[in-house]
């Protein structure tokens, strides 16, 4: 009988942990949750802001190697379609 009592308090005392455990967690997730998720939103929008202040160098738009670069695309000049009109009865 003396074991039997001793597992039936083991016992006890486990689901009694895990039900403060349990209860423990649901008011930490209740409380901390929305300070996180602020505090989150806060560093995003800080990280963001600071990302894009003068990371990337200021290209110049007249710096384009490739600015006047010949026409290459050979399937361009093969069309032997492109003077006909689409709509004949317009």
């Known amino acids: 009988m003396n074991k039997k009592l001793l597992i039936g308090l083991v016992i006890l005392v486990i689901i009694a942990i895990a039900a403060f455990g349990y209860w423990y967690y ?3 997730q209740t409380t901390m949750g929305t300070d996180t998720l602020q505090k989150a939103g806060d ?3 800080d990280l963001g802001e600071k990302a894009a202040k003068g990371v990337l160098p ?3 738009p007249n ?3 490739m600015k006047d670069a010949p026409d290459t695309n050979p399937i361009s000049k093969i069309n032997p379609f492109s003077g006909i009109k689409i709509n004949p009865f317009k």
């Open 63 to 65: 710096s384009n190697p």
């Open 58 to 60: 200021v290209i110049d």
């Open 26 to 28: 649901r008011k930490s």
């Open 43 to 45: 560093l995003t929008k």
